[in-house]
């Protein structure tokens, strides 16, 4: 099984709810890392609030690392699914 190809996602029932579970992670980073670079935005209009928006902008560079991270291990998982398929096929 190929890496990185939109029709994993439709190979079984359990692909399908892998790709829904990792979507929503994935989403969730995206908001978190979003809403942790704004608020930054606007903590650094003061300067007293300077450190606590350098603190922001390194946590959304975390969450923006994440996300491939969070898409690459979804498709590990599915190459992890299609060994098991391949060796209960070869059981039979």
């Known amino acids: 099984m190929k890496l990185f190809r939109p029709g994993n996602r439709e190979k079984s029932e359990e692909h399908k709810r892998i790709y829904a579970l990792y979507e929503l992670w994935y989403t969730a980073v995206d908001f978190m890392a979003a809403f942790t670079f704004l608020i930054g935005s606007v903590l650094f209009f003061s300067e007293s609030t300077q450190t606590a928006a350098t603190w922001c902008f390194v946590i959304g560079s975390i969450c923006f690392a994440l996300k491939p991270t969070i898409r690459l291990a979804r498709e590990l998982r ?3 699914l299609g ?6 096929d070869r059981l039979r």
């Open 78 to 80: 599915y190459y992890q």
């Open 83 to 88: 060994e098991i398929d391949t060796l209960a």
